[in-house]
């Protein structure tokens, strides 16, 4: 799929929103991508997730296991998975601290992706790689839907995504008069 593509896909689920909204980072954009929009219809999201495999497949070679973050990486990471033919797992948080539980392990020999929903600063996305560094598995790489730092959030691992926007986000105490003028909300679920 091209990013072009992608876009369109938002934008016919009608998740691709526009306003002042409060983004798990706790800046404010005035574009959000409601993934959830996309991920409510089984057949969007696995034309979109079948195009993410393709593209991890073309970046990192075979993929054993995927690995996300809870909440919003899970149905993305699950179908991503099945895409690829791997096993697909999840961290969630316990104590604040994202960790892999019920069980869940990345064994030695498995080579792992992590894949995530949206990337804008990058942060749940370390957290969730730095919570399965010391798993005995080979953590290849990371992999997003959309990535809205304009390749600008960096990992510490290489990212590959549909497609790359350079979406503006501002510090609650620096936006501009027109996104100020705006009531924000905040759809987001670090909070979850």
């Known amino acids: 799929m091209t990013p072009d593509e992608v876009l369109n896909e938002f934008r016919e689920a009608g998740a691709l929103l526009e306003g002042h909204f409060i983004l798990s980072s706790g800046l404010r ?4 991508l409601q993934k959830m ?18 593209k991890i497949e073309a970046k990192f070679g075979k993929i054993d296991m995927v690995v996300s973050p809870a909440v919003g990486g899970i149905v993305p990471g699950y179908e991503t998975a099945r895409q690829l033919g791997a096993k697909a797992v999840f961290v969630e948080r316990e104590n604040g601290q994202f960790q ?4 869940f392990s990345i064994p030695a020999g498995v080579r792992a992706v992590m894949v995530e929903d949206i990337v804008t600063t990058g942060l749940s996305s370390r957290e969730c790689l730095a919570a399965i560094a ?3 598995g080979e953590i290849v790489g990371a992999a ?5 730092s304009g390749g600008k959030a960096d990992l510490g691992k290489p990212l590959a995504a549909l497609v790359e926007l350079d979406v503006p986000a501002y510090p609650p105490d620096a936006l501009p008069p027109e996104l100020a003028a705006i009531p924000p909300v905040k759809p987001g679920s670090r909070s979850l």
């Open 29 to 32: 954009s005035p574009i959000f």
């Open 144 to 148: 997003c839907l959309v990535d809205r």
């Open 100 to 103: 892999l539980r019920r069980g």
């Open 37 to 54: 929009f996309i991920f409510m219809d089984p057949v969007r999201t696995e034309k979109l997730c079948r195009a993410l495999a393709r």
């Open 134 to 136: 010391n798993q005995p």
